[in-house]
């Protein structure tokens, strides 16, 4: 039996579910080729941020209903030597995952959405012939074939189609995830059990996540060539080794019990010269790979693969919009791992301060200025001219703003509901990039209102009925940027 769909998604992780969840959703003949994960799975940690995405995807009940345990925050011991306690804001909590059962749940859930599921077909071959991509797969014993106008690579770390040479990868220095099941019963005695366990350390840096109330998957990451590993030396003593050498891991483990055995995972950064191809996109990990510390894995995913399926819809329903739309995939995909890879260097270079040594040193400093290609928002709102200008703002009874003469507008692509369309952007004065949106705010949308409005009160009204709902602190933060940039002034 061979299928001819209008996209194929390669891969069921989270990015590859996602994808093919929302393009069955939106109308689409969807069919996911997928194997089991090799290995044994991975205990994750999900921030509570990631329930916006997964509302928006329509998977948020059923993760929530798959019995997880769920976290309160973060226990870190981070170049310093006290632990701090980090408690999710405004008492929210995070997933720590079995990366197993969690992938069943959203795999489950893109059929349930109306995508072709195989879950045991593994992808030999993508070729095109002329017309149509053309996947050859394995299932079972025997080779299948699937065409389809567009294919959506979500196969990992594995990167099928990078590997088949359609674009380059640029690695990071070496890292490994060495992982160990520790049990204690009848509870490990922590002061909140739910918490994921960061540490830095001389030799990298160590984590635990617990799975249930009486057991924790126990990581530390390391360089191999730092260690005797590279030698050959046997995993489960570099592991102990390791862990002998940290101080909140060591701390919480020796009472507890070890289960099973030690096994370890490639877990080196890298990105793909290009998340694009011809009718191709590289979602998830297939494009690219951040460091694990910032807990934004699945995270960027999921927005990856909302936002590849985002672009090939609009491909699909508008021909002449195909090109904008991957272009602006591309870019947003650079802009999400240039911010991370950015956040990593900081929480990097506060470790290299306390261990100076070859682990840190090779970390701390790369990507520190990488170019973020859009509106850096967190630079925004710790910017000195827009916070005088959110004070002036609340202090004000009435407003009375007027718009700058000169401000031009131009049309780019936006994601409005599942497509990419062509809508107006501020060119705001000493800002690299057009502006459109800063923390969900529409801020054509402001500018145009806030000259007809006497009190923050009113214009928040007007804003709302005319665009959409927005926590009050981000809308006036918005309104902040644009009286700062000079696109609006007190009159
Ligand atoms: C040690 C470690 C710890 C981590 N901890 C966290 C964490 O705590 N929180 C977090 O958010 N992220 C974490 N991550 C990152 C997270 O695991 C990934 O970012 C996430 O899994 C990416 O999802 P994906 O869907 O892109 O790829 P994957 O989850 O890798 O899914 C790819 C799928 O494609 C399938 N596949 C591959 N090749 C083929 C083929 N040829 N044919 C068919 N199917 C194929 C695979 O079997 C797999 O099912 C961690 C990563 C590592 C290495």
Redesign the pocket.
Known sequence: MSHDVDVIV???????STAARLLAVWGHRALL?????PGPP?A???TPSCARLLEQIGVLAAVNGAGFVRSTGHTVRWGTADDRVERFAGGTCGWQVS?DAF?RVLLNQAKVGGALVHRH???RDVTHDGQRHVVQ?EERGHTRIARASWVVD?????G?TSRQGSARRILGPRTT?IVGLWEQRPSWGLADESHTFVESYRGGWAWS?PLSRIRRQV?VMLDPSRTELASGRRLRQTYREELARTDLMRRITPDARFIGSVWA?D?TSYECASSAGVRLLA????AS?VD?LS???????LASGWLGAVAVHSALTEPAMEQAAVDFYVARQLAMMTGLRRQFAVLAGEAREAHPAGFWDDRAGRDADADLNEPDIGALRTDTAVRAAFDAIRERECLQLASVPGVEREQRPAVAGNRVVLTEHLIVPGQSLPLRFVRNVDLVVLARLAPSCDDVPQLFDAYVRAAAPVALPDFISALAVLVAKGVLRFA
């Open positions: 390669i891969g069921g992780g989270p990015a590859g080729l997928t194997r089991p994960a991975l994750e940690s999900l990366r992938d077909a593994s992808v797969y979500a196969s990992g770390r594995t099928f995830a996540v990581t995972r877990a979602v998830g990990d297939a790979f694990p807990s934004f894995g699945v995270k960027k995913a």
